[in-house]
């Protein structure tokens, strides 16, 4: 019996050879030497199988990544610049493929299909750092605007993504600075600013307008 | 120490943050000359510190080439008055760093592991930043090491920061684009050698073995299967910089021990070697707690040709300037004397130079010579504001190897003054053919 990793493996050696995805399923199992309807027990498309890449470069990521020993002692922010950091490496192992998935996407602004697994992989990760940021006081919690978090670093999963596509400098130099600045500008965001404590101090005023009336002001 | 949360790598993003100093300039220049109308006796001392201040932390954030020209800039005290001089000392030491995960991917990238796999330890907090990198503390088999980190993008920016520090030059130094264009391209070849760290290490080992004999003087060991082309590995050498060194109140004999090192180091290099350790700011020096001098940075080497080496050194060395025809050939040699000058401007720069060379060389003239004697260095600094002043000396003279041997000679005998001692000058003599 073929392995789904086997037929991961085969499905990218041909799309990468041909530059194209195979004729039919038929065609595709009669070259791994199993029946078509052994193909549809592990995967009911092709574009199952890209997606299960995906999927997969992405959870090995954040298993690696949760190995290395100082982890624990990241900040919230240094888990997602470490997160971004671990997975254009990681992709960088097929950057051809993965290139190749995201060809068809023409429409930039909506999340592609193929990504439609990593997507709520990635959102857990952000999710889990965000609330940990926000029980130690690295981040500020703000009502409505807190749990939209997720959303404004998923923009940037999306840009580093396409960043890197079109990155031509050298060992992908410009992804590294792109990762730097645009994720500390995020979390630059996040964490507790001076408008926050305008917003406090308005609060506080209004919360004490009795007060306010007696002084005559 | 803040860590540094962004850098502006853009040349768009660096060009705002310099558009955004050149304004605040323009600001400290209004400042200036408004309170000026009221109070004649204004010192410009004022507007220096404001414009040094404005400048320095533009400079700071931009981090890499930018800070690498802040500190050539404050190496030469003699052309800059003393308030950019104050600020921009500070960047020899304090640049914020970059933050741990960058660190991590880059080790990744080099060794294709993160550094607590190499390293039985390595501290992620840098504990010192080295302009175009950052210092970080490692330990391999009970062995403490230095490791060096290169900021990512450093040579990609060097060309465009130095074109976006080229009006403050201009305005600093007050010469004009096209002069300035051949000093300028020296400073960018010596600028992109600097971020080749592989480069650094083979001529940390070369020069380490070459200088082996000097007295007083040790060097870390490098480790080239450990360094890459944005990593350097050396041994943890304990010491203190300079300032903590004089802050023990060391005895005369020790300063001038140390001096005498110093001195050595450099005059062997220039003589023997023909080429030099061409970056003498404090923080490339240790005195480790045996009394002796540590060098522990070679980014930058500026080797002498002997067309430069030949008519410059023979004016160091006694005799010749008394023939007033060879000091002209000599100057010529040097394009201090340009070949369409007049007969009163050869008189002029003749006379002009041959002021300049004597006091250069004085330390030369003599056995022994004292460093701590502030006379020599009023005399030097007031010969630059004198010629700051002169209509003759807007024109850049001479050819660009000067640029660096001036820093380095500059350099090294201010860090004498500073350490206030008294060496024996006669060790390592130039070789005149």
Request: neutral net charge.
């Amino acid at each position: 019996m073929t392995s789904p990793d086997q037929i991961k493996k085969s499905y990218i050696d041909h799309v990468l050879t041909n530059g194209e995805a195979p004729k039919s399923v038929y065609n595709f199992a009669k070259s791994l030497k199993m029946s078509e309807s052994d193909f549809y027990k592990i995967f009911s498309s092709f574009s199952m199988i890209e997606k299960k890449v995906w999927e997969d470069l992405t959870l090995q990521t954040l298993i690696k990544m949760k190995e290395q020993e100082i982890w624990p002692q990241y900040s919230s922010r240094e888990k997602m610049l470490s997160f971004f950091y671990s997975y254009v490496e990681v992709l960088k192992t097929q950057r051809s493929f993965i290139i190749y998935t995201l060809k068809n996407h023409t429409k930039r602004l909506t999340t592609p299909e193929v990504l439609s697994d990593v997507k709520p992989l990635f959102e857990n990760f952000s999710e889990d750092i965000i609330n940990e940021g926000i029980d130690t006081g690295e981040l500020a919690e703000r009502k409505f605007i807190s749990n939209r978090y997720k959303d404004a670093l998923w923009v940037q999963f999306a840009f580093i993504i396409n960043f890197w596509i079109d990155d031509d400098s050298a060992a992908f130099e410009k992804t590294d600075e792109a990762i730097e600045r645009g994720i500390n500008v995020s979390f630059d965001l996040f964490q507790k600013s001076p408008l926050d404590n305008l917003f406090e101090y308005g609060k506080f005023l209004s919360r004490n307008s009795k007060f306010r009336e007696k002084m005559g002001i | 120490m803040k860590t540094q949360e962004s850098m502006p790598t853009t040349k768009v993003a660096r060009s705002a943050k310099f558009i955004e100093t050149g304004f605040r300039i323009g600001g400290n220049y209004v400042k200036h000359f408004s309170k000026k109308l009221f109070n004649p006796d204004l010192s410009r001392e004022e507007l220096n510190e404001d414009n040094a201040e404005d400048i320095y932390n533009s400079l700071s954030e931009l981090k890499g080439s930018a800070l690498k020209i802040a500190q050539m800039l404050s190496m030469d005290k003699n052309v800059l008055p003393k308030a950019y001089v104050n600020k921009f000392t500070q960047s020899q030491y304090n640049a914020p760093p970059l933050s741990g995960p960058l660190i991590i991917k880059t080790f990744t990238k080099s060794f294709g592991k993160s550094p607590d796999k190499i390293f039985d330890t390595f501290n992620l907090n840098s504990i010192q930043a080295a302009s175009i990198g950052q210092v970080h503390v490692a330990t391999l088999n009970g062995k403490k090491l230095a490791i060096k980190v290169q900021y990512p993008g450093v040579a990609d920016s060097i060309s465009s920061d130095l074109k976006l520090v080229k009006p403050f030059a201009f305005r600093l130094l007050g010469m004009s684009e096209k002069e300035l264009n051949i000093y300028i391209k020296e400073v960018e070849e010596r600028l992109l050698e600097e971020t080749d760290y592989q480069l650094e290490v083979r001529r940390s080992i070369e020069f380490s073995k070459a200088c082996s004999n000097l007295k007083n003087t040790v060097f870390p060991v490098y480790y080239p299967e450990l360094s890459s082309g944005k990593i350097i590995t050396m041994d943890w050498i304990e010491g203190l910089h300079l300032k903590e060194f004089l802050a023990t109140n060391p005895s005369q004999k020790l300063k001038n021990k140390i001096g005498q090192a110093l001195w050595d180091f450099y005059n062997f290099q220039q003589h023997e070697l023909k080429a030099v350790h061409a970056d003498p700011h404090p923080g490339n020096f240790l005195i480790t707690p045996d009394e002796k001098l540590a060098v522990i940075d070679f980014g930058c080497i500026k080797e002498l040709p002997e067309n430069f080496y030949q008519p410059f050194f023979s004016l160091v060395v006694p005799g010749l300037m008394d023939d007033k025809a060879k000091t002209i050939k000599a100057f010529r040699e040097l394009d201090m004397i340009h070949p369409d000058d007049n007969k009163s401007q050869i008189e002029f720069y003749y006379k002009s130079y041959k002021e300049m060379i004597s006091l250069f060389a004085l330390p030369y003239r003599s056995k022994t010579f004292d460093f701590s004697k502030p006379e020599f260095f009023e005399n030097l600094y007031a010969w630059g504001d004198k010629i700051a002043k002169m209509p003759e000396f807007k024109q850049p003279r001479g050819v660009k190897h000067f640029i660096y041997v001036n820093r380095t000679n500059f350099g090294l005998y201010t860090l004498l003054n500073e350490l206030q001692a008294t060496v024996k000058t006669d060790t390592f003599q130039p070789k005149i053919n």
